[in-house]
């Protein structure tokens, strides 16, 4: 197994914060749940991950989401596993400088 992760910068804000792109939560204990990581403060604002259809599959404004190993997407809505294929994440974040930045990707999710 592997992990894959995305470097992104925040403009003017030296605050990289990592993304997957991929996870697998097939109960192996591996990738199990899709976390965000970041080496430097960050300020959450908002991130959503969509399915296909544009409907919200998990949505968190909470701070300590960000690098918190008890908190992630398990590739479920309201206890359903979601299928297998890409999803799109929006995130909004303020880093040091306080400006306030919008990302978006995509996620692959894995069975």
Request: with cysteine; proline share 5%; glycine share 10%.
């Amino acid at each position: 197994s592997d992990t894959v992760l995305i470097d992104f910068n925040l403009p003017d804000c030296s605050c990289p914060i990592f993304i997957p792109n991929a996870f697998s939560p097939n109960n192996d204990l591996i990738n199990d749940e899709l976390h965000l990581l970041n080496t430097l403060g960050v300020d959450l604002k908002d991130f959503r991950i969509y399915n296909r259809w544009g409907e919200i599959v998990f949505r968190s404004d909470d701070v300590g989401i960000v690098n918190n190993p008890a908190f992630g997407w398990d590739g479920r809505l309201n206890g359903v596993e979601q299928e297998m294929g890409t999803y799109v994440y929006q995130l909004s974040a303020t880093g040091g400088s306080g400006t306030t930045v919008q990302l978006q990707g995509n996620i692959t999710l894995v069975r």
